[in-house]
């Protein structure tokens, strides 16, 4: 299959307390390096005709602003969790410029929890200045938005079922601690593949940084990407130093062009 040439932007790479963390005075909350400062996980994929989002998180706005993005056609949902959706509402300003609905992409799950969070948008009587979203269902069968062939891959969140994506020779995983031979073949062939790796230290949900990179070498991907990120793996600049070849701590406002 022939996919068109996509530019992905790493809008934020922190895990849900973002880095810094509120009250925190260890050494990478107080570090200048920039690379140390993570918004919320989140990216944006763009064909030369469509832009899209995975995730809206709290950051959202200043996201939006940040990489001066005039225009999203489509947002797409891993999971429901708070720090991947909580900044939905702000597509409002989408609405009014582009004078259209987005469309919104996520499975049962997640659509039952923007229902419940986000109510009024699905108000009978809509306040003026909501935002109008088309709420599309997805599962694991793959689909188009615009031009970009998206192919859901379900993995575990601990006991939540999450979907990462694949756009092209591009997989995207965040929140995830194990994922089915089933799906992982859906990643096999990938040029890139970006797992969340929160810390060193053993987690309940998310993938050590170890075993990210192990999962990556398993799968044979010449590139790995790491993402959601919490201060407690390290500093950017020490971690990266003792990374295998191939593999890298993405960081916020990093971008990627795939040919």
């Known amino acids: 299959m022939n996919f068109p040439a996509l530019k992905i932007t790493f809008l934020g790479t922190g895990t849900s307390s973002g880095v810094p963390m509120i009250a925190c005075h260890c050494k990478v909350c107080t570090s200048t390096n920039k690379k140390d400062k993570r918004l919320r996980s989140s990216i944006m994929v763009q064909s030369t005709t469509t832009t899209l989002v995975v995730d809206t998180t709290p950051d959202f706005r200043y996201q939006m602003l940040r990489e001066n993005v005039n225009n999203v056609d489509a947002i797409l949902f891993t999971h429901p969790h708070k720090d991947h959706v909580a900044g939905l509402d702000d597509i409002k300003a989408f609405n009014y410029f582009q004078k259209k609905a987005i469309d919104v992409y996520a499975n049962e799950l997640t659509q039952k929890a923007l229902k419940d969070e986000f109510y009024y948008f699905f108000a009978e009587h809509k306040y003026p200045g909501v935002p109008d979203i088309n709420l599309r269902l997805i599962n694991e069968e793959p689909f188009l938005v615009g031009d970009i062939f998206v192919t859901p891959i379900k993995v575990w969140h601990l006991n939540m ?3 990462g994506f694949r756009f092209g020779n591009f997989s995207y995983i965040t929140d ?84």
Do not use: M, W
């Not at 890139?192 to 309940?204: G, M, T, W």
């Not at 998310?206 to 500093?235: D, V, W």
């Open 161 to 163: 079922p999450v979907l």
């Open 176 to 259: 995830a601690n194990k994922i089915e031979e089933s799906e992982a073949i859906k990643i096999l062939g990938s040029e890139i593949l970006v797992l969340n790796a929160l810390r060193n230290e053993p987690h309940i949900s998310h993938f050590t940084l170890q075993e990210a990179i192990n999962l990556a070498a398993e799968l044979q991907i010449p590139q790995a990407y790491f993402t959601h990120i919490s201060h407690q793996l390290g500093l950017h600049e020490e971690v990266t130093a003792i990374l295998p070849a191939g593999n890298a701590l993405a960081y916020d406002g990093l971008q990627l062009i795939l040919n």
